[in-house]
């Protein structure tokens, strides 16, 4: 199971990495996975945009194939000990972060990224970068 992170979803969008659009079409859409927590932020970049109907509109084309996973109670209990792990260590990441790897832990995926510094702190978390 692949979850994506924003900025693997705001590169596809923009359409302009060929690779990337390739990476995306050696996969099923069964198999790749839309954290809520990531939908969230690109619902904000929506609102956020100028364009926001435009914009929207490619949003729900882009998402439509995938199922969105919600953070769950499982996510939450992995999500709270990660956070106090990285609290002791004086290390904590940003808090939709934790939340995203949380729930690629409690499910048990992969996730595919670009911002590696932030999870790679986290040492059970499968990461690929597209």
Not at 39 to 51: I, M, Q, T
Request: glycine share 6%; with cysteine; hydrophobic share 45%.
């Amino acid at each position: 199971m692949i979850f994506l992170d924003s900025d693997i979803c705001i590169h596809f969008l923009n359409g302009r990495d060929a690779d990337l659009i390739k990476r995306f079409q050696a996969h099923s859409p069964t198999d790749i996975k839309i954290a809520s927590i990531v939908h969230a932020e690109l619902l904000f970049g929506v609102a956020n945009s100028k364009k926001i109907r435009e914009n929207g509109s490619r949003l729900t084309k882009f998402l439509e194939p995938y199922d969105i996973v919600p953070f769950d109670s499982r996510a939450a209990s992995i999500y709270a000990q990660i956070r106090f792990d990285l609290s002791k260590e004086g290390n904590l990441i940003g808090p939709n972060d934790l939340i995203l790897a949380a729930t690629v832990l409690g499910n048990q995926g992969t996730l595919v990224t670009r911002n590696v510094g932030e999870f790679r702190r986290l040492k059970n978390l499968n990461i690929e970068i597209w």
